[in-house]
């Protein structure tokens, strides 16, 4: 059974920063594409990033290229995002996700991937 769960959300200043943790088992973490979405409120699932099994290729979206790393840790079966210089916008509940489809390693459809029980994001002063 795929089981992915996400540490590391929290309150942060805008312009601060802040990592997120996606532990994982139920699967060969190693050989997986591995994925960040998040969900604003009132909004639909929005893919973030998204690496491959090695960690050797990486894609993200536009509204945080410069500012999100997406890694992993393969020995540890854990996936990361260190977010910095955040947003107000980046306000969300941000998901770990392992996608059942993709094309260039983004999700075809994030709703029906494999998800963790998410974690809250809030940027505010």
């Not at 893919?47 to 020995?75: C, E, M, P």
């Not at 306000?91 to 993709?102: H, I, M």
């Amino acid at each position: 059974e795929v089981q992915l769960v996400e540490s590391g959300g929290g309150l942060v200043q805008p312009g601060g920063s802040l990592r997120l943790s996606c532990a994982a088992s139920g699967f060969t973490f190693s050989n997986s594409v591995m994925s960040w979405v998040r969900q604003a409120p009132g909004k639909g699932l929005e893919w973030v990033s998204s690496i491959n099994g090695a960690g050797a290729t990486t894609r993200y979206a536009d509204s945080v290229k410069g500012r999100f790393t997406i890694s992993r840790d393969n020995a540890k079966n854990t996936l990361y995002l260190q977010m910095n210089n955040l947003k107000p916008e980046d306000t969300a509940v941000y998901y770990c996700s392992k996608p059942k489809g993709y094309r260039d390693y983004v999700p075809l459809n994030p709703s029906n991937d494999y998800r963790g029980q998410r974690t809250q994001v809030t940027v505010s002063s």
